[in-house]
Nanobody, 115 residues
Framework: QVRLVESGGGLVQPGGSLRLSCATSGINFKIYRMGWYRQAPGEAREWVASITSNGTTDYADSVKDRFTIARNNARSTVYLQMNSLKPEDTARYYC?????????WGQGTQVTVSS
């Protein structure tokens, strides 16, 4: 059974930082590309960042130079370090991978950026 479990969200002031984690199980983690997505109320889910099995990263323009995605294959976990947070980063953040010809998602973790 494939499981993705996000954690690390919360309330933070503008300019602050958060580190999200996504612990996985049920997949051979090290061979899969992992991604982070987010969805704000009333908005479509949008891609934020991704990391391939060999560590190549990519970011949406809106988060480039502020967010960093990383993976720990020994722990089957992917991270999203978020710095210089803005109110527009407020959303529910989801971890994603595509395995066995289908997409898997976690339950998400809420990030709220507000003073």
């Amino acid at each position: 059974q494939v499981r993705l479990v996000e954690s690390g969200g919360g309330l933070v002031q503008p300019g602050g930082s958060l580190r999200l984690s996504c612990a996985t199980s049920g997949i051979n983690f090290k061979i899969y590309r992992m991604g982070w997505y987010r969805q704000a109320p009333g908005e479509a889910r949008e891609w934020v960042a991704s990391i391939t099995s060999n560590g190549t990263t990519d970011y949406a323009d809106s988060v480039k130079d502020r967010f960093t995605i990383a993976r720990n294959n020994a722990r089957s976990t992917v991270y999203l370090q978020m710095n210089s947070l803005k109110p527009e980063d407020t959303a529910r953040y989801y971890c994603n991978t595509r395995a066995y010809s289908r997409d898997f998602w976690g339950q998400g973790t809420q990030v709220t950026v507000s003073s």
